[in-house]
Each structure stands twice: as C-alpha cells, then as structure tokens.
C-alpha cells in the first residue's frame, strides 16, 4: 500500500482530469449522439414489453438457453426469420444521472490506481516523465477504451461506435498519463 500514499495526488487528479475531459466528450461535442436510434413505431414496442415485467438485465432473442439448441433446425429458422439482438433493460424511472457519474467517478480512480500501482512496481520513485507518461496512459487507455472491442465483436455494436470509444479512452489515457508524469514522485 506504500504506493497509495506516494500517489494518492496523481490518482485524483488523473480522476479529476477524465470526468473533465468526458464531461466534454458528452456535453460540448457530443460525438456519440447519434449511436443510439430509437425505434420507428415505439408506442407499439414498449405496449408489447410492458406485460412481460422484465427485470433489469440484458436479454438476447432469440434465445437458446444452450449450444446444442442454438443449432437445432427451430432456432436456425427463428435467427433467419429475425430479429435478432439484445435488449438492455433498465429499472424505470428517470435515469439517475447523478448515481451514474458517481460511478463514473469511481471507476476513474480505480483505473489510476491500478495504473499506478502497475508503474508504482515497475517504475519505482524517479521515474522520468516520459516513462511514466507511457506506463501510465498504455495501461489507461487499455481500461477506458479496449473493453468496447468486445462490444463489437459478440453484441452488436457498430466498429464505427468502438472506434470513438477507443478515442474517447485514448484521451482519457493522455489526460491520466500527463498527471502521473507531471506528479510522479521524485527519488
């Protein structure tokens, strides 16, 4: 733990610097506006999900609940009959915006402190600043951005839609990497 107390001011400030920078990403250019569409005749969607009652989670249809009958004849004809997706659902009620940044927050000093401790260890007090620059932003941006890959490759999600998450989280990583480098301890 001697590695919190040596980097304690770079993590918040790293922190600090993301929400600010994501802050920006959503509010001022909004490049991920448009991901999201909405449904052409949603009054008759969200009347038919109603009576189901679903819990919040993630649903996928159609579904097999195993390998074996994915591949059975009624399944390949329901996938090809479509649709075919999933559904995140969410619990009702207005989001709460509030509890989401604060998560949001949380994260971001957790992946400081995970990346400080990774440089903390491999570095060591002294560092210079191009080095913990790169330690710190590599691992940053594998944290902010490359978990949307996944996203892409098994649910759905558009390249197009990764691609500005990968930007996103790569200026999440130079604004985590600047303050690790700037802040660093010194031998």
């Not at 506006?33 to 999900?49: F, H, I, N, P, W």
């Not at 990346?115 to 191009?130: E, I, K, R, S």
């Not at 990583?173 to 480098?181: E, H, M, N, R, V």
Request: some cysteine; hydrophobic content about 50%; glycine content about 10%.
């Amino acid at each position: 733990m001697q590695f919190l107390s040596a980097l304690w001011m770079p993590i918040v400030v790293a922190a600090v610097l993301v929400f600010v920078v994501s802050s920006l990403v959503h509010m001022v250019f909004k490049w991920h506006a448009k991901e999201c569409r909405g449904l052409s005749d949603e009054g008759r969607v969200l009347d038919a999900l109603r009576p189901q009652r679903l819990a919040p989670g993630m649903y996928m249809f159609p579904h097999a609940p195993s390998m074996k009958e994915m591949c059975t004849p009624e399944m390949t004809a329901k996938y090809q009959q479509g649709p075919v997706g999933y559904l995140v659902m969410l619990p009702n009620g207005t989001p709460n915006i509030g509890k989401s940044l604060l998560q949001w927050f949380v994260f971001t000093l957790l992946v400081g402190a995970f990346a400080g401790y990774v440089a903390w260890h491999a570095l060591g007090a002294g560092a210079d600043y191009l080095a913990v620059f790169r330690v710190t932003g590599t691992l940053a941006w594998m944290a902010y951005g490359f978990g949307e890959v996944t996203a892409s490759i098994w649910k759905g999600q558009t390249w197009g839609s990764t691609a500005l998450f990968l930007f996103d989280g790569l200026l999440y990583a130079l604004a985590t990497a600047g303050a690790f480098g700037w802040l660093w301890p010194q031998a």
